[in-house]
C-alpha cells in the first residue's frame, strides 16, 4: 500500500504539471500491477543494483546502445552509461531542465537528449548543453510530448511534437514541410528515409471524422506510397518503431500494430494487448512490451500468438535496446534494469518451477515432452508446446539414484542407469525392470553410463567402469575384457571398435586391443567424446583438443592454429558436426570449419542433441535449451574494444587519429582502453610497441604507458580477448617520435660532410708526410743496403780473386777464366738490380742461382744446393737482394764449419699475392756459428737482418711477421740445420702483367 501512495502522489503532482498525456501514460506504467503466474521457460537474466555500481531508479524512461556499444540509461533526472566494466554519470546539473525522455545517436555520432517539453540538450565532456532554440521549441507548448527527432546533414532539425505535427528549425526559422500536402492527410504519417529510421508524426484529426483516421507512409520526397484505415482507439500510449531486415514493425500507441517495408504494403497485425514499446533483436525475435503484462517474446513478428516466453510477467517493463552482442537491456519500474545475454537461450529451472532441484544429470527428450533427472528416484518431464511440467516418483529403490535416462526409439522403451543398477521399462506405466548384470565384474558404488544404440551391432551399448558390453533382447549378451581404465564413450568404425576412457583412445578389432596413445602421445588424455561421419571418427580430448581419425591418419583439428578446447560435438546430419567449444560454436562440414559465438558459461552434466536443439544439464541453473538456428544467426563477434584516451605527455590527443608526430622531448605515452563486456566475461589485453619490441605482453590492466622512447618510428598495437576465446583484430596506432635537431638527416648530414672535408685535408697531409718519410726511409734503407753491399763486396771480391789466382797456380785456366766470367756476370746484376726498386722472379732466381754456384766453385763444391719453385709466371715483380743475404748466411755461417755432406734448399711459393720463400741448410746452427764468429761479422749480420726486416716491413704494408728464423734440431736436443721463412709482397703491376 505505501508504493501504491507514492504513486498516487507522483500522479497527483504530474496531472498538477498539466500533462494530461503523460500522466496516462505514466499512470498505465504504474498501475496496480495484477497477479499473473507461468511456467514459462525463461533466459537467464541479469540484474544490475548498487552492488554492480549503479544508482538504481524507479524512473528509467530510456535504454539506448550507440554505435561504440555503450549503454545509456536515461531516467527523469539523470543520465547514466554503461561501458560492460562500470556506470559513469553524466552531469545534468549544468542545465535546467524537464525530466529526461529519449536518448539519440545524430549525425557524427552526436549524442543528445530530449525532455518532457520537447527541449533538446547535446551531451558533451560528462555534461550536458543546451540547443540554442530551445526557447523557440519550447515556445510551442508541445504539453503533449513529442514523437520523432532527428539531425540531419544540414544540422537542420526535424521534429514533430503531438498536437503540433512535424516542423523543421532551420537557423531558427521554423518551416512546416507537409504544409504543400494540403489537408487532406489527417491522422498517423510515416516517412520513409534513405538513411536513417523513418519519421513518425501525426496531423489532428476532427473529433467528428476521428473514426475514419487512417496512417499514410511517404517517402522521402512526401511522395505517398501506401495508406491504411486504422481502427478507432482510446489508448494513449508512446508510439515504437523497430526494423528487422526488410521489415518495420510500428505500434502507435493506441493498441493498432502495422507492418510494413520501404514499398509499402502496410498490414495491420492482431494483437490483443495494449503495446508500450516494440523491439525486434537479431535473431528475428519480437520483443512486446506492455504497460502491466510484463515483456512477451516471440520467434517472429508472423506468428504472435504464443510467446516463447514471458518476463516480468503482472509488472511494468519495457524491452528498450539491442546491444553489439544480440543481448536484451530491459528496465521495469519493479524489477529495475536487467540485461538477457542470449535471449534464445533458456532455462527450465527452479525459479520458473519446473525442478525442485538445480543440479541436471540425465536428459531425454521423447516427442514433445523432455524429460530430466536431478539426483535422487524422481523424474521431471515438460510439456514443450504448452509447458505444462510434472513429476514422476519412480518404481525403484530409493538407493539407486538415477544419474542418467535414455529412450531407445527402436525398442520403444526408457533405460535408467543409476548406481550399482541399470532399469529398462516406461515412464507412462512406472513400471522399470532392473538388468541382470551378473557377467559383470561386482563394482559397489560404480554407475552404470550409457553409450546409446549401435545401429552397427544391433545393441544397446553401457559401461560400467573399465568394461562395456551390449544388450539386446533386455538381456547382456557380450562383456568386454577389463580396460586399464574407465570407458566414457565408444564407436563402431567398419568392424572394429573406437574406445575412449580416462587414459586415451583403445582400437579393438576381433579381441585385440590396441592402445592408439602410446602410438600417439597426443591422444593420451580422458576422451569426452567419439563421434562418427564418413567412416572418420571425431575425438574430443581433455587439453589436446578435437581429432580426426580416418583414412590412415589422425588429424588435429584447429582454427587460427589454435587448438580448440573442451570441445562437446554433436552430429547434425550425415555431413556435419557441430562443435561447441571454449573459444566459440563451430560448424564442421568436410574440411571447412565456420566460427560462431560461444555459449554461455556453463558446466554440463549431461547433454544432448534432438530436434535441431541442444539440451544441457547444467550444475546450478536447471536445463538449458540452445536451438541450432540461434546457435547459427549468433555471429561470432570480437570484443568490442576501443580507446578511450590518448595521453602524450599529459596532453589528450584525438582518438581518431592515427598516426602522430612527437618531439623528441615529448617522452611520456599513456594509452587508455576497455571493451564492452556485457556479459561479464573475464577480459585479457596484450599489446606490443613494434620498433621497441616485437614480443606481446598480456596485461588485465587497462592502460599502458611508455616512457623515454628514443627517436624512431613505433606502431603500437593492442587486442583484447574474452575468457578462452580468440584475440580480437589489433587496433594500430603508429607514431614517429622525432631526433633532436643533433640527430636529424641535415644536420649529421652536414656535420659528415664537414668532417670529411677535414679529415679529407688531414689525411692528404699525412699521407704526404708519411709518404716523405717512407721515401726517406727507402732511401736510407737502400744507401745503407748499398753500404753494406760496398762493404761487402771487397772482401767477396778478394775471396774471388784469391780463388781465381789458386786456380791459375793450379794450371786450371779454363776453369779460372770460367770462375772469372761467372763473378762478372754476377757483379753486372749487381749493378744493375742495385738501382731497381723491383726485379722479375726469373731475374731474381737466375741471379740467385749465378751466386750459389760461384760460392759452390769456390768451395770446391764443398756443399749441394737445389731451388724449387711451383710460381708458374716468373714475370712477378719483387725488391731485389732480400733472399741472397740468407742464402749468404747460410753458406758462410752454417756450412763453412760444418764436417760431411752440406746442402742448400730454397723453395719459393706463390699465393694470394705473396712469395713465401723457405732457406733451409743442414750446417752447424745459429748458436755453434755465433760461437767462432768475429764481433766484425756479428755486426754486420745484426745490422743485415734488422734492414731486412725493415725493407719487408715497408714492402708489406707495414704487416709485421714477415720473417721467421728457426733453429732446427734433431730427437736428441743436437743442432742439425737453420730454415728462413720469408714473406714477400709483390708489385701489383707485376701481377697484371
Avoid at 552404470?448 to 552397427?456: A, C, D, N, T
Avoid at 749487381?830 to 768451395?859: C, G, P
Amino acid at each position: 500500500m505505501a508504493k501504491i501512495k507514492i504513486k498516487v502522489i507522483v500522479l497527483f503532482i504530474l496531472g498538477f504539471m498539466k500533462l494530461k498525456e503523460l500522466v496516462l501514460f505514466i499512470t498505465l506504467l504504474f498501475a496496480i500491477r495484477l497477479s499473473y503466474s507461468s511456467n514459462t521457460p525463461s533466459p537467464k537474466i541479469r540484474f544490475f543494483d548498487e552492488n554492480s555500481g549503479f544508482e538504481t531508479t524507479n524512473f528509467i524512461s530510456d535504454i539506448q546502445v550507440d554505435s561504440k556499444g555503450l549503454v545509456w540509461i536515461i531516467n527523469f533526472n539523470g543520465i547514466s552509461i554503461y561501458d560492460g566494466n562500470q556506470f559513469k554519470n553524466i552531469n545534468t546539473s549544468t542545465v535546467s531542465h524537464a525530466s529526461l525522455l529519449r536518448f539519440f545517436e545524430g549525425v557524427d555520432n552526436q549524442k543528445f537528449v530530449i525532455d518532457y517539453l520537447g527541449a533538446l540538450f547535446f551531451i558533451e565532456k560528462d555534461t550536458l548543453r543546451p540547443y540554442k532554440y530551445n526557447n523557440l521549441l519550447k515556445s510551442f507548448k508541445a504539453k503533449n510530448g513529442f514523437n520523432s527527432v532527428y539531425f540531419d546533414q544540414e544540422n537542420r532539425l526535424h521534429i514533430s511534437y503531438k498536437g503540433v505535427g512535424y516542423i523543421i528549425i532551420d537557423n531558427g526559422k521554423v518551416l512546416y514541410p507537409l504544409a504543400k500536402l494540403g489537408k487532406q492527410y489527417k491522422g498517423d504519417i510515416v516517412i520513409l528515409r534513405e538513411k536513417g529510421s523513418p519519421f513518425y508524426t501525426q496531423v489532428a484529426v476532427d473529433s467528428t471524422t476521428a473514426a475514419k483516421r487512417n496512417l499514410y507512409l511517404f517517402d522521402e520526397n512526401l511522395k505517398l506510397i501506401d495508406s491504411l484505415s486504422l481502427q478507432k482507439s482510446k489508448y494513449f500510449l508512446p508510439f515504437s518503431l523497430s526494423q528487422f531486415g526488410n521489415y518495420y514493425i510500428l505500434s502507435d500507441g493506441k493498441r493498432n500494430l502495422i507492418r510494413f517495408t520501404k514499398s509499402g504494403d502496410l498490414q495491420l497485425i492482431n494483437y490483443n494487448q495494449p503495446i508500450s514499446k516494440i523491439l525486434f533483436d537479431q535473431y528475428s525475435g519480437v520483443w512486446i512490451s506492455t504497460p502491466n503484462r510484463g515483456v512477451k517474446y516471440y520467434n517472429s513478428i508472423h506468428n504472435l500468438n504464443t510467446p516463447l516466453y514471458s518476463i516480468f510477467e503482472g509488472y511494468t517493463a519495457t524491452a528498450s535496446a539491442v546491444d553489439k552482442e544480440g543481448g536484451v537491456w530491459v528496465y521495469s519500474s519493479e524489477k529495475g534494469l536487467a540485461h538477457i545475454s542470449y535471449p534464445k537461450y533458456i532455462y527450465y529451472s527452479t525459479n520458473e518451477g519446473f525442478t525442485s532441484a538445480n543440479s541436471v544429470y540425465g536428459i531425454e527428450k521423447v516427442g514433445n515432452s523432455l524429460v530430466f533427472t536431478v539426483g535422487g528416484t524422481t523424474i521431471y518431464r515438460v510439456n514443450e508446446t504448452n509447458y505444462i511440467a510434472d513429476s514422476i516418483s519412480l518404481n525403484i529403490p530409493k538407493e539407486h539414484i538415477v544419474y542418467n535416462i535414455y529412450f531407445d526409439k527402436q525398442e520403444e522403451v526408457f533405460w535408467l542407469a543409476c548406481r550399482e543398477a541399470l532399469y529398462f521399462g516406461s515412464i507412462e506405466t512406472n513400471t522399470w525392470t532392473k538388468l541382470k548384470t551378473n557377467k559383470l565384474e561386482d563394482k559397489p558404488g560404480s554407475i552404470f553410463k550409457i553409450l546409446g544404440r549401435s545401429q552397427e551391432l544391433n545393441a544397446m551399448i553401457f559401461a560400467l567402469e573399465e568394461q562395456y558390453f551390449l544388450v539386446r533382447d533386455s538381456m547382456v549378451q557380450f562383456v568386454s575384457k577389463v580396460y586399464p581404465n574407465v570407458i566414457f564413450d565408444l564407436e563402431t568404425i567398419g568392424d572394429s571398435l573406437i574406445i575412449g576412457a580416462e587414459d586415451g583412445l583403445y582400437i579393438e578389432h576381433k579381441g585385440s586391443i590396441e592402445n592408439l596413445s602410446e602410438k600417439y602421445s597426443s591422444l593420451s588424455e580422458r576422451v569426452y567424446s567419439i563421434t562418427k561421419i564418413d567412416n572418420r571418427i571425431y575425438v574430443s580430448q581433455r587439453k589436446v583438443g578435437l581429432y580426426r581419425l580416418g583414412y590412415g591418419e589422425i588429424e588435429n583439428i584447429s582454427y587460427n592454429e589454435e587448438t580448440i578446447q573442451k570441445a562437446a560435438v554433436f552430429k547434425i546430419d550425415e555431413n556435419s558436426l557441430l562443435v561447441i567449444a571454449k573459444q566459440g560454436s563451430f560448424i564442421l562440414k568436410e574440411d571447412t570449419l565456420a566460427l560462431y559465438a560461444r555459449l554461455p558459461r556453463i558446466v554440463s552434466g549431461n547433454f544432448i542433441y534432438r530436434d535441431s536443439s541442444i539440451y544441457w544439464g547444467t550444475w546450478k541453473e536447471g536445463v538449458l535449451k540452445t536451438p541450432l538456428n540461434s546457435i547459427l544467426k549468433n555471429a561470432y563477434n570480437s570484443p568490442y574494444l576501443f580507446v578511450n584516451k590518448i595521453l602524450i605527455d599529459g596532453k589528450v590527443h584525438p582518438i581518431e587519429q592515427k598516426q602522430f608526430l612527437v618531439d623528441y622531448n615529448k617522452g611520456l605515452f599513456q594509452f587508455y582502453y576497455s571493451v564492452i563486456n556485457y556479459q561479464n566475461w573475464e577480459i585479457k589485453y596484450r599489446y606490443r610497441l613494434l620498433g621497441l619490441n616485437s614480443e606481446w605482453t598480456e596485461t588485465d590492466e587497462r592502460n599502458v604507458q611508455y616512457t623515454t622512447l628514443p627517436a624512431g618510428s613505433y606502431s603500437f598495437q593492442l587486442q583484447a580477448k574474452k575468457g578462452n576465446q580468440f584475440w580480437s583484430d589489433s587496433i594500430v596506432y603508429e607514431f614517429t617520435v622525432l631526433p633532436p635537431f643533433w640527430k636529424t638527416w641535415w644536420f649529421i648530414s652536414l656535420t659528415i660532410l664537414f668532417l670529411l672535408t677535414i679529415t679529407t685535408w688531414i689525411i692528404s697531409i699525412r699521407i704526404k708526410r708519411i709518404k716523405r718519410e717512407k721515401d726517406l726511409v727507402i732511401d736510407r734503407l737502400q744507401a745503407e743496403q748499398r753500404a753494406l753491399r760496398a762493404q761487402m763486396n771487397p772482401h767477396f771480391v778478394f775471396n774471388i780473386v784469391s780463388s781465381a789466382q789458386y786456380l791459375v797456380m793450379k794450371e786450371k785456366n779454363e776453369k779460372a777464366i770460367h770462375f772469372l766470367g761467372m763473378f762478372s756476370k754476377l757483379m753486372r746484376n749487381i749493378l744493375d738490380y742495385s738501382n731497381n726498386s723491383f726485379i722479375q722472379l726469373e731475374e731474381e732466381i737466375a741471379f740467385l742461382k749465378n751466386y750459389i754456384e760461384l760460392e759452390q766453385m769456390r768451395m770446391e763444391n764443398s756443399f749441394s744446393f737445389t731451388i724449387e719453385t711451383e710460381v708458374k709466371h716468373y714475370k712477378l715483380l719483387l725488391p731485389p737482394f732480400l733472399i741472397q743475404p740468407f742464402i749468404e748466411n747460410a753458406i758462410h755461417h752454417g756450412l763453412k764449419d760444418k764436417e760431411g755432406e752440406k746442402t742448400i734448399k730454397l723453395f719459393i711459393n706463390y699465393d694470394n699475392k705473396y712469395l713465401e720463400v723457405i732457406i733451409e741448410d743442414n750446417g752447424i746452427g745459429r748458436k755453434s756459428s755465433g760461437e767462432h764468429a768475429s764481433e766484425a761479422k756479428k755486426a754486420r749480420k745484426s745490422h743485415g737482418i734488422r734492414i731486412i726486416k725493415e725493407r719487408l716491413k715497408l714492402n708489406n704494408n707495414r704487416q709485421s711477421n714477415n720473417l721467421e728464423i728457426e733453429d732446427l734440431y734433431d730427437k736428441n736436443g743436437r743442432p742439425i740445420g737453420t730454415k728462413v721463412k720469408l714473406k714477400i709482397k709483390i708489385n701489383d703491376e707485376g701481377i697484371n702483367s
